[in-house]
């Protein structure tokens, strides 16, 4: 499963994540970074005065891989 890993910082200084699961993983940087900026400037997140998207850093695709190593609910059957 790949995740899109979108970087901001506050505006405190603090750097704060939004994780997508799901995602198309051939999109373009610039659109990316042009849907990040959009949404820093709803400022929709607020908590006690910090806009906590305030400006986007970074993004980047996470992907996870699971190995199992047993399975007990196979051995049920």
């Not at 603090?14 to 699961?21: A, P």
């Not at 940087?29 to 709803?42: E, H, N």
């Amino acid at each position: 499963m790949k995740q899109l890993d979108m970087e901001f910082v506050s505006s405190l200084g603090k750097v704060r994540h939004i994780k997508l699961k799901y995602v198309n993983d051939g999109l373009e940087p610039a659109a990316v970074k042009s849907a990040m900026t959009q949404l820093a400037g709803l400022k929709l997140f607020v908590k006690d005065d910090e806009e906590l998207y305030a400006k986007p850093q970074a993004a980047k695709y996470i992907e996870t891989i699971n190995t199992p190593l047993f399975d007990d609910e196979a051995v049920k059957a």
